[in-house]
């Protein structure tokens, strides 16, 4: 399914598919957490920073459940790193469709739980039942990025965009300066290609996935949950296929 690279001007189709697939995912449960409790979930920044304002603020109950969400970020890296990093590093196949089940897993509880009313009324002001929820959905990010990170190389991030976007500056200065002796020119114009191409499949995905929570609101969340289903059945017909570790 996956193929490891040690830089992202070098990729196959199969490459471009997943990773704008996953890109649009990240998108999609992004915006499902602001809109549904005004938290971003795909990043770990906004939650340091939250910490902090709640604690100055007086309100620690608020604080400390923002201190308990990145840690399952970190969870989610972690089990990605037991299921996929630590076979790669000893030669083994990854379990990719083990970590696609359980972001479909988590996309779907959201989705069936919220439009349950497990989490109160969509877009109403946070309440301790919402940090489930993140929860939930930073857990399924922490998997994804961690399985990303591990299977790509630490070339590439899919959910969120501040690498990807220096990264680009980057490229485009070796560009347009002709400073591009890290890579051949043609390599540093496709690798600004991708990135770019990332960028916009993530905004593609918040753009979509924001019409649909408008609507059906907590049942917007079968999006991700559907694009993990066709990685998992993806990766699952894959599974057989030896590791491919060129560059």
């Known amino acids: 399914m996956f193929s490891y690279q040690r830089t992202l001007s070098h990729y196959s189709r199969a490459n471009v598919a997943i990773w ?88 779907s509880s959201v989705a069936l739980a919220g439009g349950l009313g497990f989490f109160g009324d969509f877009g109403a002001d946070i309440v301790h039942k919402d940090y489930i929820l993140l929860a939930a959905l930073c857990l399924a990010c922490g998997l994804q990025n961690g399985t990303v990170t591990s299977a790509f190389g630490a070339i590439i991030r899919t959910t969120h965009l501040t690498g990807i976007t220096t990264d680009l500056g980057i490229g485009l200065v070796r560009i347009l300066t002709h400073s591009h002796k890290i890579q051949p020119r043609i390599n540093e114009k496709r690798a600004n290609w991708m990135r770019a191409g990332l960028i916009a499949s993530f905004i593609l995905g918040s753009f979509v996935s924001a019409q649909v929570y408008m609507i059906f609101e907590y049942w917007g969340f079968l999006i991700p949950s559907l694009i993990a289903t066709i990685l998992f059945f993806w990766s699952l017909i894959h599974f057989d296929e030896k590791l491919d570790t060129t560059e």
């Open 20 to 107: 704008l697939s996953m890109a649009f995912q990240a998108g999609a449960i992004n915006t499902g957490g602001f809109l549904s409790c005004h938290r971003f979930v795909s990043h770990v920044t906004g939650f340091g920073t939250l910490i902090g304002a709640e604690a100055a603020s007086g309100k620690w109950i608020h604080s400390l459940g923002m201190l308990l969400v990145p840690g399952f970020f970190i969870g989610g890296s972690m089990m990605s790193a037991y299921l996929v990093d630590r076979r790669i590093q000893t030669n083994r196949k990854p379990l990719y469709p083990t970590v696609m089940f359980l972001i479909f897993l988590l996309t």
